[in-house]
């Protein structure tokens, strides 16, 4: 006798947990499905982003970082620190450590609001008259009916055609959070995202990093004078990024791997590294969901077909996240998450792409939100711009750290905020009060006019926008 649910998810990534409460707060009997193992085998919720995404991803970031300042900066600020060391394994199992919070907190999060957590595969066998029948296989073995299906499934990383994962000389994010020992060099194939922050990590723990970008210009997604702000930090710290570059033969020795590559001159060159790290973006996951079954449409991509609503071809199925169209981000899989679960129950779950922010964690930060200026050319848009440096912030020179800006672009007639870009000190922080901003279509004198508290780094956000009226005041 199969057990009977109102909404069956399948996933317990950022997508699917939140779907999950969100239907179970609405008053539906929810079952939720997760395949994902710690290491005794347990359950480990929370998909990519919390198991060798960005929650792992960003643990290292900060070790690393408290031991760049221990030994460049702290004696700035009167501290004498001499032979810091890192450990690697310790700094590793900390990491671990905060995954696993994450992890039992998620399935806290899911007893707490009475969902039923099924640890296995899920996958379809049939639809019915009752809805859908999903087989769950692994550590729980399970036949389930719902009446209404949300896929979470997420993504995988996307390999090198020829050059699969060996997760020891050849890295996905995964094996990239799992490094045991500070490579002397390390590859990157791929400035993405994944790329930049993990050569981040490494770099700050005295790897030589070299990371090959097949792209002419770098981080094209990004408005372009942040972008360029960006390089010359990294630059500066010495990343070593090749633009133009188209990667040939790799070949996996004793002493490492090693990648034949021709620069944007056409030159034939050899890079030798102890890692490499492939960051070439990422596929959505459909493995064994037996999508065939049940005649689930698929795109050319993998990706589950949706309408704006996150409805698929099948009536009662839904999905949501990185396994369909739009960006790849957690907070994009969230809200689509929780608004699937509030069309279902006939309200009106609303998500706006066009304010979801994007934030690269390296240091300094980039984050943005909304159109960059060369996307705003391109549409013909009469815009204003206006610029303000961390140098000039009072917090920012507190700190220590002034390097970077704050963009805002607006509407030459109407002023409305149409994006705003940040490179520096906690960009990721800031960028909320551009986004709360945009949602209300707030203009950028809304924002000038806003008193901002002194000192802070978000009085660079005020002056960017006073800036749009050249009238900045402290700079």
Not at 342 to 349: F, I, L, P, T, V
Not at 443 to 461: G, Q
Request: with cysteine; hydrophobic share 40%; aromatic share 6%.
């Amino acid at each position: 006798m199969s057990k009977q649910f109102d909404v069956i998810v399948i996933g317990a990534g950022p997508g699917g947990y939140i779907a999950a409460i969100r239907a179970a707060q609405l008053g539906m009997n929810v079952a939720c499905i997760d395949e994902w193992k710690n290491s005794t085998g347990g359950p480990a919720l929370g998909g990519t982003c919390t198991n060798v995404g960005c929650i792992p991803s960003k643990a290292l970031l900060q070790s690393s970082e408290h031991f760049h300042h221990a030994n460049h900066h702290f004696a700035e600020h009167g501290i004498s620190a001499s032979d810091v060391k890192m450990d690697v394994a310790k700094m590793v199992a900390r990491k671990d450590t905060v995954v696993k919070q994450n992890n039992d907190g998620i399935l806290y999060l899911l007893k707490k609001n009475k969902v039923s957590f099924f640890h296995g595969r899920g996958s379809f066998v049939k639809a019915g008259d009752g809805g859908y029948e999903i087989k769950v296989t692994g550590a729980s073995e399970e036949t389930l009916l719902g009446k209404q299906v949300i896929i979470a499934t997420g993504s995988n990383a996307r390999a090198l055609p020829g050059t699969p994962f060996d997760e020891e000389n050849i890295l996905s994010n995964d094996g990239a959070l799992r490094i045991g020992a500070v490579p002397k060099k390390l590859g990157l194939i791929g400035s993405g995202v994944i790329g930049l922050e993990m050569g981040s990590v490494w770099r700050r723990l005295g790897s030589e990093v070299t990371i090959l970008e097949g792209l002419p210009t770098f981080l094209g997604a990004v408005d372009e004078q942040i972008a360029k702000e960006a390089k010359k930090a990294f630059d500066k710290q010495g990343l070593k990024i090749e633009l133009g570059a188209i990667v040939g033969e790799i070949k996996i020795g004793k002493a490492g791997v090693s990648i034949a590559w021709t620069n944007a001159k056409g030159e034939a060159l050899l890079l030798e590294v102890d890692k490499l790290i492939v960051s070439i973006g990422r596929v959505p996951n459909t493995t064994g969901l037996n999508a065939d079954a049940v005649g689930l449409k698929l795109d050319e991509r993998g990706a589950i077909v949706v309408d704006d609503l996150c409805q698929t071809n099948l009536p009662g199925v839904w999905a949501v996240g990185d396994v369909v169209r739009g960006p790849m981000l957690a907070h994009k899989a969230e809200e689509e998450g929780v608004a699937v679960a509030e069309r279902m129950a006939g309200q009106h779950g609303h998500v706006n792409f066009n304010t979801i922010p994007w934030v690269i964690y390296t240091s300094p930060e980039i984050a943005w939100v909304g159109q960059t200026e060369q996307q705003l050319k391109v549409a013909g848009r009469a815009y204003k711009s206006g610029t303000f440096p961390f140098l000039a912030n009072g917090r920012a020179r507190a700190l220590g750290d002034t390097t970077g800006m704050v963009k805002m672009l607006a509407d030459a007639t109407t002023d409305e905020i149409l994006g705003v870009h940040i490179v520096g000190p906690m960009a990721s922080e800031l960028i909320s009060e551009c986004v709360v901003a945009m949602e209300f279509r707030a203009s950028s004198e809304d924002i000038a006019r806003i008193c901002h508290a002194h000192p802070s780094l978000s009085e660079a956000t005020k002056e960017a926008a006073l800036a749009v009226d050249k009238r900045t005041l402290n700079f």
